[in-house]
């Protein structure tokens, strides 16, 4: 997958990055610097693109 390829996340944490962006944008932020900060939270909350199956849970070490 090429780098800034986003078919690797949810449809929620698209809508998500698209919220933040606009938030951004809202305060003066340009919309590409906009969309990578959007981006590096949705990477921050979620640790990247679609998580699921058996074995995901976090450990307990």
Do not use: F
Request: hydrophobic share 20%.
């Amino acid at each position: 997958m090429p780098r800034g390829e986003k078919s690797a996340y949810s449809d929620k944490q698209k809508r998500e990055a698209r919220h933040i962006e606009e938030g951004y944008e809202k305060r003066g932020i340009s919309p590409k610097e906009a969309e990578r900060r959007a981006w590096a939270t949705v990477n921050k909350l979620d640790g990247g693109g679609k998580k699921s199956g058996s074995g995901r849970k976090k450990s307990t070490h």
